[in-house]
């Protein structure tokens, strides 16, 4: 699934081996940390979250953050989706320590929540 995943959006958004690299383990954690937390995420869910997590990957890379996320997204995200973004990211790299990235990455997942 994964690798389907990559494959298909690597055909709109081109990567290197290093970018393919970093992104395919960031994958491997979202799919390992979320069936630990019982969610089960559909395939327009994974292309949504893939193209976001392809472009937080390519922002640290560069060094661009998102601006802050608005109060009121941040109150539509629970707690315990947050700590799985956080847990998520800090396990990939620190530089992925920014909280509107966690918040957009904890969206897909309370998505993916109410969706069961």
Known sequence: MID???KTISLEMPMDLEEMAKFKKLLQMVA???KQAGLEIS???????????????????KGERLP????FIMDQVSSNMMELSRKI??????????????????LHFETAKNSN
């Open 4 to 6: 389907t995943l990559i």
């Open 32 to 34: 390992i940390n979320a």
């Open 43 to 61: 395939e327009e869910r994974w292309l949504s979250m893939g193209v976001h997590l392809l472009s937080a990957i390519r922002r640290v890379k």
């Open 68 to 71: 802050t996320v608005d109060q």
């Open 89 to 106: 990211l800090r396990k990939i790299d620190s530089e992925f320590n920014d909280e509107t990235e966690t918040v957009l990455l904890a």
